[in-house]
């Protein structure tokens, strides 16, 4: 009798420790990394890249439901006063008419789950709106209409708890010549005479026609004398240029053949915005912190004025097996930021958890019908 008690209460001890399982696997697992200036947390922010949400069984009903539940487990652990998703909010948002994105909006608000009572921006991301070829500023503008905090050209300025924050459209200052990129100059430039007011207490006058240059060569022509790391947290979808940093190279990682672009243009030689728009940045800007993506892996990066880059891995397994997310601190000083950077399950460690269910089940079954074939055999 005990030996049958106890194979009928294997399946529910099987079904169980799989709940718990999932449970466990679900809530991150985070890590403080080491900054030029590390603190003690005080504020947090949630910052991760945006999932990609394209349609089918297999990331509807597996990959969609898990990313649900690590944003809702991610909520309750990391208890953040804001979200910020980087870019690629869709896997094919430049092919998708209107009437398709909308679902996709949808379903990315249903994945975000708890975090839609918060404050959250978006940056667009060069799956959202496309490559150099297919940029189209109608388009963009009705993609950004429909994100929260962002401009007709996708790029917006905020602040929350006396942090301001500045995001960009990177995708623009990759494509040369193009109208969307002189409206990304625009900011820029907005947010320079900001800075200068901010620190001087005067207006300075500016007339925007003049100022704007017909090729990235004039971007180096415009100088803050603000010192480095004064100005506002960064946001944008393509790291800035870091080529003296053989670990974070986007060349030393599988991100092209991995995303798939392919034909000419600017993703054949870089992954980064261009040297010259990133001097125009920091000369600009003076970004306290930078906050980047696209290259789907972490990496703590800090450019030669000591200014800091923190380009987030992607939490999609459409992207990596081992999804990730940063969570950023920020501090009384404009340098002081903690980050922290958290990991999801592996999605081959998922499935092989549920293969090894099945089969366990399976091999149930066949033990507890031996007995029946037995006796039908004879």
């Not at 590390?38 to 990959?63: K, Q, S």
């Not at 439901?65 to 910020?84: E, Q, W």
């Not at 297919?134 to 429909?146: M, Q, R």
């Amino acid at each position: 009798m005990g030996a049958i008690a106890w194979s009928s209460l294997l399946p529910l001890i099987i079904v169980s420790s799989l709940i718990m399982y999932e449970e466990w696997v679900s809530t991150p697992s985070c890590k403080i990394i080491p900054g030029p200036d590390p603190h003690e947390n005080e504020l947090g922010r949630g910052t991760e890249d945006g999932g990609n949400c394209p349609a089918g069984y297999l990331n509807r009903y597996f990959r969609d439901y898990y990313m649900a539940k690590f944003f809702r487990k991610s909520f309750h652990s990391v208890n953040p006063d804001m979200l910020l998703v980087l870019g690629d909010v869709s896997a094919k948002g430049s092919e998708l008419t209107r009437s398709h994105w909308l679902p996709v909006l949808n379903q990315f608000d249903q994945m975000l789950g708890p975090f839609l009572g918060l404050p959250f921006h978006v940056t667009l991301g060069d799956r959202d709106v496309g490559e150099c070829s297919g940029l189209n500023p109608k388009s963009v503008n009705w993609i950004a209409g429909n994100l929260p905090g962002l401009d007709s050209a996708g790029c917006g300025a905020f602040e929350i708890s006396n942090v301001s924050f500045v995001s960009l459209n990177a995708v623009a200052l990759l494509c040369g010549n193009n109208k969307l990129r002189f409206s990304v100059e625009k900011v820029i430039e907005r947010e320079r005479i900001d800075l200068r007011m901010d620190e001087e207490g005067t207006a300075e006058a500016i007339n925007y026609s003049g100022k704007f240059s017909e090729t990235y060569n004039d971007f180096a022509g415009r100088e803050n004398d603000m010192p480095s790391g004064s100005g506002p947290v960064l946001l944008l979808h393509f790291p800035l240029d870091r080529r003296d940093d053989s670990k974070c190279s986007p060349e030393s990682s599988n991100t092209r053949e991995s995303r798939g672009f392919l034909g000419p243009g600017p993703y054949d030689l870089s992954h980064t915005v261009p040297p010259n728009a990133t001097e125009y940045i920091f000369q600009s800007i003076k970004p306290s912190i930078i906050f980047s993506a696209h290259t789907h892996e972490f990496c703590d990066h800090t450019h030669p004025d000591g200014t800091r880059e923190v380009t987030v891995s992607a939490m999609t397994w459409k992207a990596r097996d081992d999804p990730g997310f940063v969570v950023a601190s920020f501090h009384g000083n404009r340098r002081g930021v903690s980050v922290s950077y958290c990991s999801l399950a592996r999605e081959s460690h998922i499935l092989l958890a549920y293969a090894s269910v099945l089969v366990l089940l399976s091999s149930f079954v066949l033990v507890a019908n031996i007995p029946q074939w037995r006796s039908l055999n004879h």
